[in-house]
């Protein structure tokens, strides 16, 4: 399951071109926003922000805590506006997701274990895809989806999605021809490529 952070929120009631007062505070002004649900403007700890973003990354499931509201909003980041387009974050959008809804999602592969055309053939790994696509439960969003290369046996061994056993609760809804790896045959020195 992917990591769950929380950010504190209070409600906003400075808003338009009187925000940069907000950000002269070290606030960030933000809105949460989702299916059937108003918007709401709110304001949260730009150092926080950055810190969370940091170590959980930009797809994490947060738990956002706004003052005033007894129940946590479960949100994920939909949009970041950054000074002069690359610079420090100078507002943010959350999408609220409803935690028992399933959603799709986009999961990177990890490739573990040790393929034995590797280790005994001299071959080389060569991955393919590096993310799949997944439908689950906002919070049983994995990580990453490990996937063991053991039975890259031979150079003609190949693994695909349709390989791979996801977590409980998640369906894998990339294309289960697609190749995740397979194993190239050891080039003899002196060939040249062509």
């Known amino acids: 399951m992917a990591e769950r952070v929380t950010i504190e929120a209070a409600p906003r009631t400075v808003l338009g071109k009187k925000v940069k007062q907000l950000r002269a505070e070290g606030r960030l002004p933000a809105n949460v926003y989702g299916k059937a649900i108003p918007s709401r403007a709110i304001e949260i700890d730009a150092r926080q922000f950055a810190r969370t973003i940091k170590s959980a990354g930009l797809r994490a499931m947060i738990e956002l805590k ?87 046996k031979g150079f003609d061994s190949v693994l695909t999605v349709g390989d791979i056993t996801p977590p409980p609760g998640v369906e894998i809804l990339t294309d289960p021809s697609v190749v995740v790896a397979t194993v190239a045959k050891p080039r003899l020195r002196g060939q040249r490529g062509g």
């Open 66 to 152: 706004v003052a005033g509201e007894t129940e946590p909003r479960y949100v994920i980041l939909r949009g970041i506006a950054r000074a002069h387009g690359t610079g420090e974050p100078i507002h943010v959008d959350f999408f609220q997701v409803d935690p028992e809804r399933p959603i799709t999602a986009n999961v990177p592969l990890r490739l573990v274990g040790e393929a034995p055309a590797v280790r005994d053939l001299a071959g080389t790994l060569l991955p393919g895809i590096e993310i799949v696509s997944v439908r689950c439960r906002p919070l049983d969003i994995p990580d990453t989806i490990p996937v063991d290369i053991a039975p890259l």
